[in-house]
């Protein structure tokens, strides 16, 4: 059996997180790129959303996270049954989430629907893999905003994806498999493009979600614009 060894140490993020709402049962925030979610197991990977919000909000915890370059709209629960309650809306399928991404090159379709089993490796850590017989059901849906240049060379679609599954790296893996990986994406094909190599961040923003107050019953329906 191969051993995961993460040598990943994340550079410091200067940027804050951006609370948008919050009442005595959860937060919304705005997360920065460039942040962790959690606090990671090597002491150099502390800073973290949930390292930086236990010290305003004491026995605040996570109900799903953003990946380490992923920006973007993050709900906090402020105590455990909340939290509870949250996943199993997660758990359920029961919350909407929409992200605004940039992708490389002119995608042909305006709307389509990736579904594409990912599958865990050891042995590619971190990278997931595509595989028809180990992995788990995946399912995506896109829609092209507009089709643009940067400069006069590099060809960019503006999209917003809609993942109806909820796996580790869904959307960036997805995005490679139509042939337009996500721009930025130092895992799955973003910085390999002329043009690419030096954008300064994963091209991906979390920029709605949906969700039903766990104890007000209200449906919650947040935006937060990209900043790309």
Known sequence: ?????????????????EILWQDEHIVLINKPSGLLSLSGKNPQNLDSVH?????????????????????GLMVIARNKAINAALCNQFSQRAISKVYTALLCGHMEDDEGVIDAPIAKDPALFPLMSICAVTGKPARSRYRVVA?????????????ELIPETGRTHQLRIHCQQ??????????????TLPGTESTARLMLHASGLDFVHPVTGELIKARNASPF
């Open 178 to 191: 139509t042939g337009h990986p996500i721009l930025g994406c130092d895992l799955y094909g973003g910085l």
């Open 51 to 71: 390292y930086r919000l236990v010290k305003i909000f004491p026995g605040c915890t996570l109900v799903h996270r953003l990946d380490f370059g992923t920006s």
């Open 147 to 159: 089709r643009f240049y940067q400069g006069t060379e590099l060809p960019l679609t503006r999209v």
């Open 1 to 17: 059996m191969s051993v995961i060894v993460d040598n990943f140490i994340a550079p410091p993020c200067l940027d804050e997180i």
